[in-house]
C-alpha cells in the first residue's frame, strides 16, 4: 500500500524522529524512499544579505553560500541514504534549490508512483505555540495524497 515513501527532511530533530517511522514502514511494505531536501533560496539570502563582502558581488557571494549549503546537505542526505540502505530499503536521494513547500508539492505532483508523504510535524524553527510548522501544514492541506505526520 505505501511502496513508495516521500521522505521530506531539513534534518531537523523532528525529521530524524520522521526517519524512524519510513524505516518502520518496512513492515507495512514499504520498499523505496525518496529523500529529499530543499535548500531554502531565502536561507541563501539571509546568510548572504547579512554580510558586507567587499571584491565579490552579491550574487558571487550567494553562489558560495549555496555551495556550502549544498555540500553540507549532500553530505547529510548521504548519510541518511546509508541508514536506510541498511534496514534494506531501496533509497534514493535528491536536493534542490526553491522554496520549501513548493518544490515538495512539486515533486509530490509530478512522480506519480509516490504512495505516502512522510513528514515532521515540525522542523528547525519548532516554535513551541505552533500546532504545525508552515512546510508541514501547506503540505498536508495542499497534497492529494496521504500523509503521515510524526510530531515532535
Ligand atoms: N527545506 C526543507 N526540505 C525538505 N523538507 C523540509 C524542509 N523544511 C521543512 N521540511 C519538512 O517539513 C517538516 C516541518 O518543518 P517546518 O519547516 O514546517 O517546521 P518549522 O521549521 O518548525 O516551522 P517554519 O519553517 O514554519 O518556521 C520537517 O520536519 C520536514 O519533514
Ligand atoms: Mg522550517
Same mark, same amino acid.
Given at each position: 500500500m505505501f511502496t513508495r515513501i516521500l521522505y521530506p527532511?531539513?534534518?531537523?530533530?523532528?525529521?530524524?524522529?520522521?526517519?524512524?517511522?519510513? &524505516? &518502520?514502514?518496512?513492515?507495512?511494505g514499504t520498499s523505496e524512499v525518496i529523500v529529499f531536501?530543499? #535548500?531554502?533560496?531565502?536561507?541563501?539570502?539571509?546568510?548572504?544579505?547579512? #554580510? +558586507?563582502?567587499?571584491?565579490?558581488?552579491?550574487? !558571487?557571494?550567494?553562489?558560495?553560500?549555496?555551495? !556550502?549549503?549544498?555540500?553540507?546537505?549532500?553530505?547529510?542526505?548521504?548519510?541518511?541514504?546509508?541508514?536506510?540502505?541498511?534496514?534494506?530499503?531501496k533509497?534514493s536521494?535528491r536536493?534542490v534549490?526553491?522554496?520549501?513547500?513548493k518544490e515538495i508539492l512539486r515533486i509530490d505532483e509530478t512522480d506519480e508512483d509516490i504512495s505516502l508523504i512522510v #513528514?515532521?510535524?515540525?522542523?528547525?524553527?519548532? +516554535? &513551541?505555540?505552533?500546532?504545525?510548522?508552515?512546510?508541514?501544514?501547506?503540505v #498536508?492541506?495542499k497534497s492529494k495524497r496521504p500523509v503521515? +505526520?510524526?510530531?515532535?
Amino acid at each position: 500500500m505505501f511502496t513508495r515513501i516521500l521522505y521530506p527532511t531539513d534534518f531537523s530533530d523532528c525529521s530524524e524522529k520522521a526517519l524512524e517511522y519510513v &524505516k &518502520k514502514l518496512k513492515e507495512a511494505g514499504t520498499s523505496e524512499v525518496i529523500v529529499f531536501h530543499v #535548500i531554502d533560496e531565502r536561507d541563501i539570502r539571509t546568510v548572504s544579505g547579512s #554580510i +558586507v563582502w567587499l571584491g565579490e558581488t552579491a550574487e !558571487e557571494y550567494e553562489e558560495q553560500v549555496f555551495s !556550502e549549503m549544498a555540500t553540507s546537505a549532500g553530505e547529510q542526505l548521504s548519510a541518511i541514504k546509508e541508514e536506510l540502505v541498511d534496514a534494506g530499503m531501496k533509497t534514493s536521494v535528491r536536493l534542490v534549490r526553491g522554496i520549501p513547500f513548493k518544490e515538495i508539492l512539486r515533486i509530490d505532483e509530478t512522480d506519480e508512483d509516490i504512495s505516502l508523504i512522510v #513528514i515532521g510535524s515540525h522542523g528547525k524553527s519548532n +516554535v &513551541k505555540e505552533m500546532l504545525l510548522g508552515s512546510v508541514s501544514e501547506k503540505v #498536508i492541506r495542499k497534497s492529494k495524497r496521504p500523509v503521515l +505526520v510524526v510530531k515532535r
